[in-house]
């Protein structure tokens, strides 16, 4: 199979570096891709969200099958057009990706399908908000509806500050991701979860989990990120977790879908908080998750190529491929101004030498002259393997640290040093 992954950050550097290796997989190409893309396979100058160019050069590459990364592509409406184009695509359409594209959608999808969710209300200005949270007790979750790259949701305490941020969003017209409705939240109690099915259009089954760190800082403070690092397999939920999930949403919201006429193809990432009641959505994403899927993609044998396709093609073959038992740890390495802003980085080395046990996937990135131009931000993702979660703990840090001198000249990169600390 000739394989497109379409994106530029850390979780297309993964897909493909999995991609790559397939025995089913015979050319990878990316679009735009990064640095790391860049080593294995061609980058085309097109960007993510581009479908109309994207598809034009599937058909002149005869590409056999265009896996979707980032949000972006998919609420653009790419995959819609790669399916017009006759080219097989994993990920969803932009209907479908309204899960993620609105947290209002989604909500009310929920809602309507008995799915176990936070109780909510949808503001549509400030004097709607204000007069929501009169009677409002304890903390209260502010959500704006579109995509904001993971700094669309703020925990507030109690209802006074809440007011404060939507007094920040609505009179200066900055509500993140740009829409004009807020959902106003419980606040549920419990541990994280991002659990990852795959759907062909008839089927969905959960295939694997991960747990991700969104905060900042050490000990989950500081603002939300789009995730600092993660780590699979989960540690401390029920062994039969996939099952529960299975039967309390994934079921629901296949049988929702149907009912509601959409098709869905590709990942649908549960965000979910494990409360004492058992599995809570928090939110969907239309895709996986960054960085869950650099801590992912290490712990998969056999051909991801074929699982994928399989799935693209309607029909998903679940033997192709599955997650073996080893543990995987993935620290994010940022510019210390993310996520407020993100300076660029020049000159990075490009050839930079993990160890064994360890991997690098390189975020938003570029090669130029020999050395690597990131955008910042998330810079690099560093993730270790081993038979247990303390051992691929141990080799993610020791990787940090060997690469620390050959980053040290590049300017400043923070790291959460708690990842996996379970
Ligand atoms: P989201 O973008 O919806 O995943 O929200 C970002 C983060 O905010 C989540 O990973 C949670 O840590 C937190 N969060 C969102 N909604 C809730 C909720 N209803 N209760 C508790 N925490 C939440
Ligand atoms: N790790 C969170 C996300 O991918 O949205």
Request: proline content about 5%.
């Amino acid at each position: 199979m000739r394989i497109l992954v379409i994106g530029a950050g850390a979780r297309e550097d993964a897909l493909s570096w999995r991609l790559a290796q397939s025995p089913s997989c015979d050319a990878i190409f990316a679009a735009p891709g990064n640095a790391g893309t860049a080593s294995r396979g061609e980058n085309w100058r097109i960007a993510a969200t581009d479908g109309k160019a994207i598809a034009r050069r599937c058909l002149e590459e005869k590409v056999d099958l265009a896996v979707l990364g980032p949000e972006v592509a998919i609420a653009g409406g790419v995959g819609d057009r790669l399916r017009e184009a006759g080219i097989p695509t994993f990920g969803p359409d932009r209907s479908a990706g309204r899960l993620e594209s609105s947290k209002v959608f989604a909500k009310r999808f929920m809602q309507r399908h008995g799915i176990p969710t936070a109780r909510s209300v949808v503001v549509h200005s400030l004097e709607s908000a204000f007069k929501t949270l009169d009677d409002w007790s304890g903390p209260c979750v502010v959500k704006a509806d579109g995509l904001a790259a993971g700094k669309g949701v703020v925990v507030a305490p109690d209802a006074q500050a809440a007011r404060g941020v939507l007094c920040d969003w609505y009179p200066q017209n900055r509500i993140p991701g740009g829409g004009s409705e807020v959902l106003l939240e419980e606040k549920l109690g419990g541990r994280e979860l991002s659990l990852f099915a795959i759907a062909d259009g008839r089927a969905m089954y959960p295939i694997a989990s991960a747990c991700d760190y969104k905060r900042a800082g050490d000990g989950d403070t500081g603002p939300n990120t789009g995730g600092m690092g993660a780590y699979s397999p989960p540690a401390g939920f029920p062994s039969d977790l996939q099952e529960q999930v299975r039967e309390r949403i994934i079921d629901p919201v296949l049988h929702g879908l149907r009912a509601d006429g959409e098709s869905y193809v590709g990942i649908l990432y549960c965000g979910l908080m494990w409360t004492n009641d058992g599995p809570y959505v928090i939110e969907f994403n239309a895709r996986f998750g960054d960085p869950e899927t650099q801590a992912l993609m290490p712990r998969v044998s056999g051909d991801f190529a074929e699982l994928l396709s399989s799935a693209a093609r309607g029909s998903v073959n679940l033997d192709a491929a599955s997650f073996n038992e080893e543990a995987c740890v993935g620290v994010v390495l940022a510019t210390s101004d993310y996520p407020r802003s993100s300076a660029p980085l020049e000159k990075l080395p490009r050839d930079l030498d993990a160890g064994s046990g360890a991997q690098i996937f390189w975020g938003t990135s570029a090669i130029d002259n020999g050395h690597v131009r990131s955008s910042g931000g998330r810079v690099l993702t560093v993730v270790g393997t081993g038979a247990d979660l303390a051992l691929a703990r141990k080799a993610a840090y020791q990787a940090i640290h060997r690469l620390a001198n050959a980053l040290s000249t590049c300017g400043d990169l923070t790291y959460r040093t708690d990842i996996a600390a379970v």
